[in-house]
């Protein structure tokens, strides 16, 4: 059905100025341009907002144009802040960039034409604009909404201006086996459009409650003002008629040229994306991307529809050109080259050399259903690959392709991730640590194409409506599979997959994996690795530890069960709940040891605080079992040196180590227990405090960038003694880059020579004269006193070692530069409710902090992450110790 301008008594009038007062607006920007219409002989107004003048007035030559075009039913309006803060860099001697922001016609303060203006119109209108200005290049369109369709169909139709594309939340192509949005929808129906958007403000004001957070009453107005009366609200209906909604419409064959015509931009782009958008949503994101593969991204979780009310756009906007378009292009940075100077064998390796053995693969301690531990040799783990793998191409699952996998760890889990590493699909793994709101964010941010889970993960996906194709892990009910909308089973994907063969392989820097963070420091971030990477995990854990081909490795962490047929290792997962790791028990740690003769021994810190705790359960065969291991390491968070000596003291023929890494680069140092002891008595190397974590693993480099009073890192990169500052490293194994979080991996990446790349952790620490790596804590919890800046850790252990103190944490109070030092505990035995610390306690910690601390505070628990339960989310802490301390409620943190 297609719609058409609804027609108003009053519906032309002359363009004008905006009214004075406005917020954020500069009426120097303002200006009117007379255009003649192409293809007739009348001409119309246009208002439009240009920094031209003021860059003239400062004396500078603009390197180049941003285009920005509105949708509906904002104006120029919504481009102040770009305006703004590009002349504000001119000012300040950076690169200026003219920035013009148009009104299109019949809307804002332009002109209105009383004529129906289709897009196709619009895309001419455009260019009739730009003709009069004589825009000559480099010219970077900018457009949102509807504006983003515009200002695409003048960016493809002007490739020889073009120098790069930007985009908010908009759209380019609606698929005709998928609805409009529900309120577009609702805005076209017939009795609703005219009404709804000429003779009220609805739809208007209903764009304007848009907004996270809520916009300012005095914002809403300058969005309010050009439209205040019907005759001026005829352009927002005319916006609404033009909308596609099916293959029948008048403007439908215009998009889908100009959809086809944006595959052959090569031009540089950037997407910021706000995805709580309830009109464009994440789907036109993923369109676009398919469109311009080679766009750069960024999600700004929280933000929505009026992005750029939501978060600084502009200040993005003005990075990227900076980045993007200013530079001239360079090659890929690099990560440090592995020393061995070969590519790692790929991590299907020991699947193909040892496909015909009987040999146990892994163990699955708690298969389900009550039944005892499932034993798979390599000879069924490879086929299962192989088939898997087959199956999954035979029902259209392709290289590149993202798969999401809500499997907990057991043989099913191990099977379908190497069969997706060895199709080529790009596997998604989002803990189930992180919570529904966490785990749906995770999966709707990495848009997979195809789902693969048990029950439970189904149940959620299909309940929260996350996408992709659904395929179940065992069989279901008919009634089942439809209600879950699951259209295969793995025995489906095995049959399938029997006779067939398997495509080629993925080579090295092809991606392999996005794999979320814990969301201890912020939403979830999915980090994304390729082949190569991934095998340089595998090639450092055999550097370092000797796991390899017949080592028996008990992984009470899921990522290290999961490299354990890459590293030819017998690899089993304890029986626990791998979401609470205070699950696991140290009768379920030596069953493991047993079942395979480990070796090799990794467990969470969380998890091994409570095999300590449940050691009185062990019997003689159990002792027997762990005294066979070799090795012992528990990582993921800091690890104490009683905790560590206590696992030691159960494993007593084995060497315990603690690995320092993340997610984003799995083994950057590593100390043992002996080293830790060593470092703690060389008083010279404690220097402001911390958590030694060791010296860098065998291909990793530690550099230290140093912070300011402001607690901001600045600092070149250093191995110098004693300076503390951010922590930041290199090595073969650290990530590729964040997924869809272009501003976020910017700022994690640090170049400094030609080439090179290394990853800022966020950490904060120093370097010790014997090359040793002390963390300090992390960067955005640096309190900054009037005195200097102070790190966390260090005052946490001192308090964290008095006799009544089981945890604590330093958190700042108060403006940045004059924060005060606030210690929050958690007291043994455990205090009943929230108060202060009674005096006694309190003059303890202030006697060991080694600061001056403005309050103790005591709580039942402190606040921390799910995946590792001992990441103390201080940024929550500071908040609620600001508000108690200022008067506010008791409760817990």
């Known amino acids: 059905m297609s719609y058409r301008l609804p027609r108003v008594a009053t519906a032309q009038a002359p363009a004008s100025i905006p009214p004075s007062g406005l917020p954020g607006l500069d009426p120097d920007w303002s200006r009117i341009v007379d255009v003649p219409e192409s293809g007739s002989s009348i001409s119309h107004a246009w208002h439009l907002l240009d920094n031209g003048e003021q860059l003239a007035a400062l004396g500078v030559d603009p390197v180049g144009t941003v285009l920005c075009v509105h949708g509906n039913p904002t104006w120029s309006y919504l481009w102040r802040d770009l305006v703004a803060q590009a002349t504000d860099a001119a000012a300040a001697g950076r690169p200026a960039w003219r920035i013009i922001a148009v009104d299109q016609l019949d809307m804002g303060y332009s002109e209105r034409t009383g004529a129906a203006r289709p897009l196709a119109r619009r895309v001419q209108d455009l260019d009739d604009l730009t003709g009069v200005l004589g825009l000559a290049g480099p010219v970077v369109t900018f457009g949102h909404d509807w504006g983003g369709v515009v200002s695409l169909g003048w960016a493809v139709d002007h490739p020889h201006l073009l120098a790069g594309v930007l985009l908010l939340n908009t759209a380019i192509h609606q698929s005709d086996t998928e609805a409009i949005p529900a309120p577009l929808r609702i805005a076209l129906a017939r009795g609703v459009l005219r009404t709804g958007t000429v003779h009220t403000p609805a739809f208007l004001e209903t764009t304007l409650a848009l907004g996270h957070p809520a916009l300012p009453a005095a914002v809403k107005n300058g969005y309010r003002a050009p439209y205040r009366t019907p005759a001026r609200r005829g352009g927002i209906g005319g916006f609404v008629a033009d909308i596609p909604a099916d293959a029948t419409h008048d403007s439908h064959p215009e998009l889908d040229r100009l959809a086809t015509a944006l595959r052959t931009l090569t031009v540089p782009a950037l997407m910021l994306w706000g995805p709580q958008d309830p009109i464009f949503s994440d789907r036109y994101l993923d369109d676009l991307l398919d469109r311009l593969p080679h766009a750069a991204v960024h999600r700004f979780e929280g933000a929505g529809h009026l992005i750029a009310e939501d978060v600084d756009y502009a200040g993005a906007a003005l990075t990227w050109l900076a980045a993007a378009v200013e530079q001239p292009a360079t090659a890929p940075l690099e990560q440090v080259a592995d020393p061995a100077g070969e590519a790692n064998p790929p991590l299907w390796r020991y699947l193909d050399e040892l496909q015909d053995s009987d040999e146990t693969a892994l163990i699955d ?284 003291a159960l494993m007593p023929n084995a060497s315990a180590h603690t690995p320092y890494g993340m997610t984003e680069g799995l083994l950057m140092t590593d100390i043992t227990l002996e080293g830790i002891r060593a470092a703690a008595q060389d008083d010279s190397a404690r220097g402001p405090g911390g958590v030694c974590v060791g010296t860098p693993a065998a291909t990793t480099r530690v550099r230290i960038s140093a912070i300011d009073e402001t607690g901001a890192a600045v600092g070149e990169l250093s191995a110098t003694a004693g300076v503390t500052g951010e922590i930041v490293v290199s090595a073969p194994h650290v990530k590729d880059h964040y997924d869809k979080l272009w501003l976020t991996d910017l700022a994690a990446t640090r170049e400094v020579t030609a080439g090179e790349r290394w990853h800022r952790t966020g950490d904060v620490g120093h370097l010790d004269a014997a090359g040793r790596l002390w963390v300090e804590g992390r960067l955005p919890h640096v309190i900054t006193t009037a005195a200097g800046v102070v790190t966390p850790v260090g005052p946490e252990i001192a308090a964290s070692a008095l006799a009544d103190v089981g945890r604590a944490a330093a958190v700042g109070v108060g403006p940045a530069g004059n924060q005060q030092i606030v210690v929050v505990v958690e007291t043994i035995p455990p205090a009943a409710k929230v108060g202060l610390a009674e005096p006694a306690l309190a003059e303890d910690v202030r006697m060991v902090a080694g600061h001056p601390v403005a309050a103790v505070l005591v709580v039942p628990h402190l606040p921390t992450d799910i995946r590792h339960n001992s990441k103390i989310d201080r940024t929550r802490l500071s908040r609620w110790a600001e508000g108690v301390l200022s008067g506010g409620r008791m409760g817990e943190p």
């Open 365 to 648: 301690m708690a298969p389900g259903a009550g039944a005892g531990a499932r034993v798979v040799t390599w000879r069924l783990l490879s086929r299962r690959v192989r088939e898997i793998a087959a199956g999954l191409h035979q029902i259209g699952v392709r290289k590149g392709d993202r798969v999401s996998l809500l499997v907990p760890p057991s043989a099913d889990l191990t099977a379908v991730l190497y069969a997706c590493i060895r199709l080529g699909a790009i596997v998604v793994v989002a803990d189930a640590g992180l919570g529904l709101t966490g785990l749906t964010r995770a999966v709707r941010g990495a848009r997979p194409d195809h789902v693969i889970g048990a029950l439970p993960g189904l149940m959620a996906a299909r309940a929260l409506g996350w996408p992709g194709q659904k395929i179940s892990t065992h069989r279901l009910p008919a009634a089942s599979r439809r209600a879950l909308g699951v259209s295969y089973a793995l025995a489906d994907l095995i049959s399938l997959g029997r006779d067939e063969e398997l495509p080629e392989p993925p080579v090295p820097g092809d991606v392999a994996a996005v794999l979320f963070t814990s969301g201890s420091t912020g939403p979830a971030k999915g980090v994304v690795y390729t082949h190569g990477q991934l095998a340089a995990v595998s090639a450092a854990l055999h550097t370092q530890y000797g796991v390899g081909r017949g080592t028996g490795l008990v992984a009470g962490f899921a990522p290290f069960a999961l490299l354990g047929p890459a590293l030819g290792a017998r690899s089993v997962t304890p029986d626990m709940d791998v979401t609470a790791p205070k699950t696991l028990t140290a009768t379920a740690v030596a069953a493991a040891v047993a079942a395979i003769d480990a070796t090799v021994v990794f467990l969470s810190p969380a998890a091994l605080a409570n095999v300590v705790a449940t050691q009185g359960e062990l019997g003689p065969a159990d002792h027997a079992a762990l005294a066979g291991v070799t090795c012992f390491l528990s990582a993921g968070a800091p690890v104490s040196e009683p905790l560590l000596a206590s696992a030691a």
